[in-house]
């Protein structure tokens, strides 16, 4: 009988496997959106990546990953994930604060370089300053969400230029992901003799990806999140509601990042609830605390759901429960909730879309807009 070490590994080699596939097809696409996709990505696979340091760590063996900018790339790893925590930080001053902050860092940026003709086209007709890419018509990422995924990478704040930013972020970028890329690559040739899995990763066209600006920061021109809430506040319910469109329509990944795109958006309603519930009607009130209380059913402390869901190392669940080395991911969601694995997602997708429309209707969005 394997150890639970073992049964870890194997579940962490089969999204390796399915992350392989992911990377193969943007680049076989070849999309005029795969830097957005490569970034809408980053977090997730970075995770992946995570996982195979702890478990080298573990096993005392040297990885020899290359640095970036003479910082080891372990640094960056650790960096876009502490990024990416932010969308479940308990605090939403905190949250605000961050969120305001890279939006007018941003907005500086892109008038640096402007000459006195584009300047005095900005009086007139104004800057936008958040751009939304949006795939068969719904919103996948916005510049403020991939941005907040960033912010570890390059300085904003000590870039002086938007052209200096680009060069600083696209070079980081670029040997980030390509040693990414490598990584998983070579632990896919290495650990599987026959890679299967292309069939199960969606097809996509460059037609269906489309980019629109809208004002923002211009409280004259802004024409985007007109709800009641803070306006910051719905920028970061937009990025969470992009975050679960890109997980759930655009690019599939695995079971567990759409439980984790789950967690976060019913903390994004607990602090809605605790700090704004009189800005939302008792419709939204009641179907909020509809949604905290069915999690709660789900991710109890004493299951420890939440921690193998965000973490690589199994807890809690005992040796035994592990039959089919083909299911084990399944084999622990039902063994902590008591559920069958194929209606348990059933249910967590339905929330998910209850979510969305509850976060659609606060911060008044609509896809065609």
Known sequence: MKNINEISLKILMEETNSSYWIIYQIMKEKTKDEAQLNIALMPFLSSVCDGWIMVFKLQNSDMALPEINNLPFEKYVRSIRVSYK???????NKINKTVHKSGLERLRLLVTEYNIIQ???????????????SFKGT???NTSQLSIYLDKLVDIESTSSLSEYHDSLGSVLMDYSSILSTFINSIVNDTFKDKVG???VGKFSSVEFQ?????YHDKKRKNILGGALPKDTQLFLFDIYCQNNFINNVMPLFYRSKLQTYLTSINSLILIQKKYKTLINNEQASSIEKLINEKKEYFTLE????NNVFHYCIEGIPVSVFKNPNCYFKELVEYSVGIEFKEFMRRIDNSLDEINRIFCKIIMWNDKQ
């Open 198 to 200: 292309l069939e199960k």
């Open 119 to 133: 300047r005095i086209r900005i009086i007139l007709w104004g800057q936008p300053d958040l751009g939304v890419y």
């Open 86 to 92: 932010l969308y479940s930080d308990k605090k939403v």
């Open 303 to 306: 299951n420890k759901l939440r």
């Open 211 to 215: 980019h629109k600006d809208y004002f």
């Open 139 to 141: 919103p996948y990422g």
